[in-house]
């Protein structure tokens, strides 16, 4: 319970400019899954509905695309925050990809996921998580994988005369099939193993708002990260990493927020399971 | 014939004549001391002796009270037909009397010589006035004159054609005793006849062979129009007509074509019936001879058939304004060419009448036309539902269809069919056919808004499509609706399309194909007919050609453009945008729009700057045929397994994980129920959620 007067000391998990990129993507996102699939499920009434209230599939498709230009600026924004990352806090690309926040996965990414399905099996203790678990590193790449394949073959389709003059026209049918079926997986998958994995999880259930706010307790991140949280302690980094919390009318506001992307989510899911087993064609 | 006999007669006569003549010369020779004779003047003359007193020009007696002259111009009987006769050669009864005969003179018998027209004469009207003793008959010589007569061929006899009206006007004239005093049913018959186009051939133009009176009415032998034996008796009308006329059938309308309009004289019109007799004009005739007859009765509001109480009423206003009074042929119907079985002898000339009025005897094209049509063959059937042409057309007020009053102008038609074919009325229960709610469906259609909303008189309505009188079910290989005929119907207004439409390869000419091939209704409905720029028809369309081509429609909806389609928009390409509407060919035709030479531009028309191959995209491809499209089955394959896959993976990892996530909830939860164990433990998450 907070005391009146005192604002308690929370740890740093992501920046700023982390937190609006993932608010971005994160409406940007929605957009793209919300008019793409009106098109990939047009023989449901729900798409037909769904495609009205957007303005009709020529503002549909100009939201789309709307929605993909942020999506590439997150995309790019992000890579643009690595490189300064880079120069700032580890000098060279080699410290910045092979250090001990690196999101690549390491060997020790590997152990920790057998850990993690021997603990799952209840034949091993939790494993001590780092600060980024292989998890969360999988669905950092599926990202990457995402923009490179749907982005790709969706500007194929956006400018197809210009695309046909160099790619045959068969192409087009070609990528329409990779479009829509990797876009299908990505909602998938984020609407339903990352809401889990990041926010659903029964321990932090109803929801975890960290990537909104930034901070997170210190005692979670004790139990979460462990190995992390003994690295700044050992050395002595922790305290910079401290900020305080936000006050309750924003975590308010965070989680309205929250909520409805959420509800938006798993509304497509929803809709998503009945379209491919109720009213498939 | 009769002619001749008479010719020879009067040959015989001319030879007796002769003979007597040298027989009496020789005679008087002998007799030449005989006193009394000695004395006569002229012996070479006929007929001297009688002239000797006739020949005063004073002479004279008194009859009745009345001096009649009794002088006999000799020079004129000289060169009379008769003259060769002398006077006992008719004055029989002076022969051989002592002169001065005694009086009085047996009146002329002109039959001994000319028997046939004596016994015509008889029994002619005016012969049986003569035996009933009526004054005013007349006699041989009231038209033929007495001692002056000539040759019918001279112009200056008597009764040479132009002076017959003249002789036959001293009585029939208006004014004479006999046009007042006797039951003579015609008026203004000498003027009538002086303005007619008989009669002013022969009076103005001279025209010596010119119809007179007695071309008609026969020289002697003249009856009443009610005499069956008469010259003008109905039956016989055409006959006397037909004498100076007799080339009419040939060139006359065609309700008079010979052996009806003879035989069944009673039943059609007569010549008289449409060509007063009398006024017969070089105009069409203005007033029916029986109307103002009929109108006696028929005029009475009150007036009702005593079998079933039906008005009888004729509203001669409304008559008076229908097109068979008012049309642009000016050409004025009678009541009795219509209700044709009148018989104007009769008191009540109407009690003859039998039958419905039958319109085909004048209109007889169309009637040909209805009687073969299902309104036709029903009425055949006697069906009580049947609609006989005045259902349509009405009966005395008939207009004509140019007439925006009437029923059958082009906009009040729907209502006109209406009244039966509309849901729920007597023709539309009997129908057993797919077409349902007509009559809203055409109303709503382009053509039923061209023409109820737009006032369109040229647009399709009923009749345009269905024909006025040749309506016949679809089925039927005549039908104007026909399969078959659709193209050429649809084709009388829409010529540009059905040209285009007989070389696609929907027409049976083209494609050759035994199937049935789609006409114009089977894409745009028979009363539904919509705009094609409207979304409905823009969207029914996939449908509709989908009708036949299901497999190439349902690929069709696996693509972008039948992907928006569904959704709704009309935008994107529908069947037609890319293989044309009317002109679509086989894609192997190089007439086709989406012929290897044509395929771009069709594309480019949406896609600006469409390459030959932007055009290899496939607008009917599917990923579930391994066949024909191997890449996008196997690409959709491939997804598909690394979708499942992650899937698989992703949700194993979630659902192993959940039981250790409770378990951390519980031990959470635990911690947070002992706050002195755990004093430090945050809480601001949960004063989050508070």
């Not at chain 2, 007036?303 to 509203?315: C, F, H, K, T």
């Amino acid at each position: 319970m907070p005391k009146a007067g005192v604002t308690e000391r929370q740890f740093v998990r992501f920046t700023r400019l982390q937190r609006i990129l993932h608010i971005c993507m994160i409406v940007s996102f929605m957009s793209l899954a919300l008019t793409g699939l009106t098109l990939k499920f047009s023989y449901t009434k729900w798409a037909s509905v769904l495609s009205h209230l957007l303005g009709g599939f020529e503002s549909a498709g100009y939201i789309h695309r709307s929605a993909a230009v942020v999506m590439f600026g997150v995309f790019t924004t992000h890579l643009v925050d690595l490189y300064r990352l880079k120069k700032r806090e580890h000098g060279s690309w080699r410290a910045l990809l092979l250090g001990s926040s690196t999101m690549l996965p390491t060997r020790r990414d590997l152990t920790e996921f057998v850990g993690t399905l021997k603990w799952f099996v209840g034949r091993g203790e939790r494993p001590a998580y780092g600060r980024w678990t292989y998890w969360e590193k999988f669905d950092y790449f599926a990202v990457f994988w995402g923009i490179a394949v749907i982005g790709s073959t969706g500007l194929t389709l956006w400018f197809p005369v210009f695309f046909t003059r160099f790619l045959p026209g068969w192409f087009l049918n070609v990528a329409t099939i990779i479009h829509s079926d990797e876009a299908l997986l990505a909602t998938g998958f984020i609407f339903t193993v990352h809401f889990f994995n990041t926010h659903l999880r029964p321990e932090k259930f109803p929801m975890d708002i960290t990537v909104f706010t930034g901070r997170m307790p210190l005692e979670e991140l004790k139990r979460d990260k462990p190995r992390e949280y003994e690295a700044l302690v050992a050395s002595g980094k922790l305290e910079e990493k401290m900020e305080e919390a936000y006050p309750p009318i924003v975590i308010r506001a965070i989680r309205a927020f929250a909520w409805v992307a959420l509800a938006v989510g798993f509304s497509i899911v929803l809709w998503i399971i009945y379209a491919m087993l109720f009213a498939y064609r | 014939m009769p002619e001749t006999k008479i010719v020879r007669r009067k040959w015989c006569a001319g030879l007796g004549i002769i003979v007597a003549t040298l027989l009496a010369t020789i005679f008087s020779l002998l007799f030449s001391a005989y006193p009394g004779r000695a004395a006569r003047p002229e012996t070479d003359q006929p007929g001297a002796e009688c002239l000797a007193c006739h020949g005063d020009k004073d002479m004279s007696t008194t009859r009745a009270g009345k001096t009649v002259s009794l002088h006999v111009d000799g020079k004129k009987f000289a060169s009379s037909v008769h003259g060769s006769l002398g006077c006992t050669g008719c004055h029989a009864d002076l022969e051989g009397k002592e002169l001065p005969h005694g009086t009085p003179v047996a009146p002329v018998n002109c039959g001994t010589c000319h028997p046939t027209e004596q016994e015509q004469h008889a029994r002619s009207l005016h012969g049986r006035a003569i035996a009933h003793g009526d004054p005013l008959a007349p006699r041989c010589v009231n038209c033929h004159g007495n001692h002056d007569i000539l040759p019918v061929k001279d112009p200056r006899s008597a009764v040479a054609a132009l002076k017959v009206p003249f002789v036959c006007g001293q009585c029939h004239r208006e004014g004479t005793p006999v046009q007042r005093n006797r039951p003579i049913p015609q008026s203004n018959i000498l003027e009538n006849y002086s303005e007619s186009i008989h009669g002013e051939a022969l009076l103005k133009k001279g025209l010596s062979v010119a119809p007179t009176c007695a071309t008609c009415h026969t020289p002697h032998l003249i009856l009443p129009h009610t005499d069956p034996a008469s010259s003008i008796a109905r039956r016989n009308i055409a006959a006397t007509c037909t004498k100076c006329h007799s080339q009419i059938e040939a060139v006359h309308r065609k309700i008079i074509r010979g052996e009806l309009w003879e035989k069944e004289a009673n039943v059609l019109p007569a010549c008289v019936d449409c060509h007063q007799p009398h006024k017969i004009r070089n105009v069409f005739y203005t007033q029916g001879m029986a109307d103002a007859d009929c109108m006696h009765c028929h005029a009475d509001q009150k007036l009702r058939r005593a079998r079933d109480g039906q008005s009888l009423y004729v509203d001669v206003g409304e008559l008076s304004h229908s097109n068979h009074q008012t049309n642009s042929r000016n050409q004025k119907v009678a009541c009795s060419q219509c209700h044709s079985e009148v018989n104007a002898s009769r008191v009540r000339p109407c009690e003859t009448i039998t039958h419905e009025v039958d319109c085909s005897s004048c209109h007889d094209e169309i009637g040909k036309q209805y009687q073969s049509s299902t309104h036709g063959q029903l009425v055949s059937k006697n069906d009580p539902n049947a609609p006989s042409c005045k259902e349509c057309h009405g009966t005395h007020g008939v207009l004509g269809r140019q007439d925006p009053q009437s029923p059958t102008f082009a906009t009040n038609v729907p209502r006109l069919c209406a009244r039966c074919h509309r849901e729920g009325q007597k023709a539309a229960v009997r129908y057993t056919g797919r077409q349902h709610e007509i009559i809203a469906n055409y109303t709503e259609s382009i053509h039923g808004k061209g023409l109820l909303k737009g006032g369109l008189t040229v647009t399709a309505n009923c009749t345009s499509c269905h024909t006025a009188h040749h309506v016949l079910p679809r089925s039927d290989p005549e039908s104007s609706v026909n399969a078959a005929n659709v193209p050429t119907t649809c084709g009388r207004c829409h010529h540009g399309i059905e040209e285009q439409f007989e070389n696609s390869i929907h027409a049976k000419r083209v494609s050759g194909s035994a199937k049935e091939l789609p006409v114009c209704n089977d894409c745009h409905t028979a009363h539904a007919i919509r705009r094609t720029d409207e979304d409905r028809f823009r969207l029914d369309i996939m449908d509709t050609c989908g009708r036949c081509h299901a497999e190439i429609a349902k690929t069709y909806f696996d693509t972008y453009h039948g992907k928006v389609s569904r959704l709704g928009y009309t935008k994107t390409a529908k069947c037609y945008d890319c293989h044309g509407a009317h002109d679509v060919l086989a894609v192997t035709d190089p007439r086709s729009h989406l012929s290897r030479a044509n395929v771009a531009a069709t594309c480019q028309k949406c896609h600006a700057g469409a390459t030959r191959r932007f055009a290899g995209y496939l607008t009917h491809a599917t990923h579930h045929d391994p066949r024909k499209y191997p890449l996008l089955f196997y690409t959709f394959w491939g997804m598909t397994t690394l979708l499942l896959g992650t899937f698989v993976v992703g949700g194993i990892h979630t659902l192993l994980w959940l039981p250790r996530a409770f378990q951390m909830r519980r031990e959470l939860r635990a911690a947070e129920a002992e706050p002195l164990a755990a004093p430090e433990t945050p809480a601001s998450k949960e004063s989050a959620d508070a």
